[in-house]
């Protein structure tokens, strides 16, 4: 049984450039959900995404975007690139119950903006 | 809104020693709570949460946590460390409605020294 698939591993970009970040879920999850952790921080929670829609997001500004295709793999979208963005991007999938109470993380994808 | 507090960014302890992480979070309903661990170059992974009924719950790796309403506090322990436990532990908290959204602390870096 597979689990949440992250790709590419790693990033490398330059400030203002776009970036688009991929996500596998685990097998029978329906729900993606995208988290950035940078250096020596949490995971904040950037949005997630269920039949194909924007379910919640939290504080981030519109650069960051998302999409979740009909076999529920998803991916992240930054635009115009900052040194702040650099960062570790982790996906996390669900299932959109609310009783299921388990987000499962992928190994997570290290960008890093020059 | 919730926030979570881990009071200590490293813990350093001998090989076989115990350990407690602390955790205190802050929410204006109720919530579930959870502690997760990212070894290096990782993404996270569960090792216990409380949803409801005992206060003491028993995760992986024989660590366990004890849910404190009072004082608002979810404290991980483990009564005997081994090297293999040096990794980041990052405490996190969901609202019982709503969405599955997890909101984490800042983590606490345990080095397990031999």
């Known amino acids: 049984d597979a689990g949440v698939t992250q790709s590419p591993t790693h990033l490398i970009k330059t400030r203002g450039q776009q970036v688009t970040l991929r996500c596998s879920p685990k097998?029978?999850?329906?729900?993606v959900s995208w988290y950035q952790q940078a250096l020596g921080q949490g995971p904040q929670f950037i949005f997630q995404?269920?039949?194909?829609?924007?379910?919640q997001r939290g504080n981030f500004p519109d650069r960051f975007s998302g999409h979740q295709f009909p076999n529920y793999s998803s991916e992240l979208n930054v635009n115009a690139l900052l040194l702040g963005d650099s960062a570790l991007y982790l996906c996390?999938?669900?299932?959109?119950?609310?009783?299921?109470?388990?987000?499962?993380f992928g190994p997570g994808t290290r960008l890093t903006v020059t | 809104a919730q926030s979570v507090t881990q009071l200590d960014s490293q813990v350093p302890v001998f090989e076989e020693a115990p350990v407690e992480l602390r955790c205190n979070y802050s929410s204006s309903v109720s919530v579930y709570l959870f502690w997760y661990v990212q070894y290096p170059n990782q993404g996270l992974q569960l090792l216990l949460k409380y949803l409801s009924g005992s206060t003491l719950v028993k995760g992986i790796n024989g660590f366990e946590a004890e849910f404190n309403k009072s004082q608002t506090s979810f404290h991980l322990r483990k009564p005997s460390v081994h090297i293999s436990d040096t990794a980041e532990y990052f405490c996190a908290v969901r609202p019982t409605g709503g969405y599955n959204k997890l909101i984490f602390g800042a983590g606490t870096r345990l080095a397990v020294h031999p």
């Open positions: 995404y269920y039949e194909e829609e924007e379910r």
């Open positions: 996390a999938s669900s299932l959109v119950d609310r009783e299921s109470y388990e987000q499962y």
């Open positions: 097998s029978g999850h329906d729900t």
